[in-house]
């Protein structure tokens, strides 16, 4: 092999070295998007279901009356305390 041709493949094999670095840091910061996105959807979940849960506990006039009874208790306690 001729060291022209020997200089090239070596330069050849750092840029492709380099490419795959790039390739690994972008992977890895997608990565991280994707953990974090994962992260908020069970709360977006909670959230949403959450507000439909107590859209119905609101239109219940028992259950309405059970949870103001619960929330004043606790108010009672802490005054009491």
Known sequence: MTAPRAHHLARRLELLELEAEVQRV???????????????RP?????GNGYKLLRTIVSNPRL???????????????TRS
């Open 26 to 40: 972008a992977l890895a910061a997608r990565l991280a998007q994707f953990e974090q996105l994962e992260q908020r």
């Open 43 to 47: 709360l977006a979940w909670l959230a």
């Open 64 to 78: 309405r009356w059970l949870l103001v009874a619960a929330v004043l208790r606790r108010l009672g306690r802490r």
